[in-house]
């Protein structure tokens, strides 16, 4: 049996050890945490998160070898593997403010380890962490008066939220990452050892250190810079009448650039994207590499470029006022199928409606309670409405932000004959059908592609 620890039940720390813990019932998992609220969902049917099929795969184990709990140093003690996933946002203060990862939680945590461990421990990355990280926290560990000897390895994580079970249960690939030496090699066989319980060892990739740690940023920003990528081609579409679901599909069948990440949108968000790159672009930075840094930073100018871009279209569209103006935003989450509203694109368009004195109904299955905590003191300007059809009547628009299912089932017909006249909706998301939203009577915004409007330039219904 292999004890193992992981500090940090979010995002990553809950759905990751809960399909260890599954997968493997000959090891013991516990999953520490400092926020005992976080800890007491976890050990309830109420989980903390929403993520499709989570709560099934944490029934399977809790209790039996997966435990939540807030004795870290207890923990600590007691474990042979020790994951640390907690946060690692970007510094918002001090030298590399707005860009650099503030490593402060992480090294909070190692510190815990060399205080507590009293024997030789393996110390997991599992947070985003920038490139060379490991050798900090190498000398924190290894520099104790007990001589206790700690391996570093690093185990990137990539599941995508929303989608967390089916990318913990059939990865593309894990990897792990060590020293050359020894200890290190055997370090990184002990964490792939655990994977392979489930993963095929040929989906196992082990490399250095430095190769594991900076893949991530580089997988995350690889991933964003498509989006951006069509997203700056959807903004040209709108002016040539080409249409970016036609221009991203006719591309994406070539097997070189391949079909996935090229859906156009408001904008990509969550807490890693935006993050990563800009810690990716410090980097580059305070390695004298400016064009590198230059280029990656761009993926984020674009992202900005495109949420801004989707406030100033509703603007203009709507008579270049929306003061006093209902406006119903459907979606507040960063992506379907899960609570997290961290950098959400639905919440910066939220502010900019707010800016033009908008009043904003913001509708979502899941997360609501989420927006109204980001959205801070602004949260009191907006009506929060959970059913969708509430939440559209007497709107003058509606904007479609986040690509939940229940969004597109929606019956058009009712919301339409509930709105004021003439009746906007801007699709955030292409995910409508826009022809049948025009024909109901609709005035309609796609994304990258040419509106179908009942007015004439002058607004006066055709
Ligand atoms: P999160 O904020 O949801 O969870 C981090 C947890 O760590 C929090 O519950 C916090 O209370 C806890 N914590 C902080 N300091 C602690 C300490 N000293 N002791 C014990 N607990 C402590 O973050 P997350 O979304 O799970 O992300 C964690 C890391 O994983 C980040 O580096 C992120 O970049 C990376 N990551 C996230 C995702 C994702 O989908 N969210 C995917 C891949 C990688
Ligand atoms: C992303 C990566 O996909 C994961 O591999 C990685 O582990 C994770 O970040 C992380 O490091 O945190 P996630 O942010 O959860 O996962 O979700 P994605 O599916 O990547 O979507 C990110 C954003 O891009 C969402 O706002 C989504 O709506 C948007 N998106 C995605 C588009 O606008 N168009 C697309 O074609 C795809």
């Known amino acids: 049996m292999t004890n193992i620890l992981c500090i940090g039940a979010g995002y990553v720390g809950g759905p990751t050890m809960a399909m260890i813990a599954k997968q493997c019932p000959q090891h013991r998992v516990t999953v520490v945490d400092i926020n005992q609220q976080r800890i007491d969902a976890w050990n309830s049917d109420k989980l903390p998160i929403y993520e499709p099929g989570l709560l099934e795969v944490v029934q399977v184990a809790r209790g039996r070898n997966l435990f939540f709990s807030t004795e870290v140093d207890k923990g600590i003690v007691e474990a042979d593997i020790i994951f640390v996933s907690v946060n690692t946002p970007t510094k918002t203060f001090g030298r590399g403010a707005g860009k650099a990862a503030d490593l402060q939680y992480w090294e909070k945590t190692a510190r815990q380890i060399v205080k507590n461990a009293t024997g030789p421990k393996i110390v997991v990355e599992k947070s985003t962490l920038p490139v060379r990280t490991a050798h900090a926290m190498e000398r924190i560990l290894n520099h104790n008066p007990s001589d206790i000897h700690f391996d570093v390895v690093s185990n990137p994580e990539f599941l995508a939220e929303g989608t967390a079970i089916r990318d913990l249960e059939a990865p593309d690939r894990v990897l792990v990452g060590g020293r050359e030496t020894e200890s290190g090699q055997k370090a990184i066989q002990a964490v792939a050892d655990v994977y392979a319980e489930w993963v095929p060892r040929e989906r196992i990739i082990t490399t250095n250190l430095w190769s594991s740690e900076l893949s991530k940023l580089v997988a995350n920003a690889f991933l964003a810079q498509r989006i951006s990528s069509i997203n700056a081609i ?103 199928d899960t609570s997290d509203t961290r950098e959400s694109a639905s919440l910066d368009v939220c502010r900019g409606l707010l800016e033009e004195h908008a009043q904003v109904i913001l509708s979502d299955p899941h997360a609501l309670k989420n927006a109204k905590a980001d959205l801070g003191d602004l949260a009191e300007q907006i009506i929060f409405e959970p059913d969708p059809y509430k939440a559209a009547q007497d709107a003058h628009a509606i904007g479609l932000m986040t690509e939940w299912k229940m969004f597109a089932d929606l019956d058009y017909q009712k919301v339409y004959d509930s709105m004021v006249k003439p009746a906007f909706i801007f699709d955030g998301r292409n995910i409508l059908d826009h022809q049948k939203l025009f024909e109901i009577g609709f005035n309609v915004y796609p994304i990258g592609k040419s509106p179908l409007s009942h007015l004439d330039e002058e607004g006066n219904w055709q």
Not at 268 to 287: A, P, R
Not at 295 to 310: A, C, L, M
Request: positive net charge; glycine residues 8%.
């Open 234 to 336: 959807s903004a040209l579409c709108e002016k040539t009448e080409a249409n970016v679901n036609e221009v991203a599909h006719a591309i994406g069948t070539d097997s070189r650039i391949g079909s996935r990440f090229l859906r156009s949108s408001i904008g990509f968000g969550g807490s890693c994207f935006k993050k990563d790159i800009l810690n990716l672009v410090y980097l580059c930075e305070s390695y004298g590499l400016t064009e590198v840094a230059e280029y990656w930073e761009q993926v984020v100018k674009i992202n900005d470029y495109q949420k801004t871009r989707f406030v100033t279209n509703i603007i203009s569209t709507m008579f270049n006022t929306l003061a006093g103006k209902r406006i119903a935003l459907l979606g507040a989450a960063f992506k379907a």
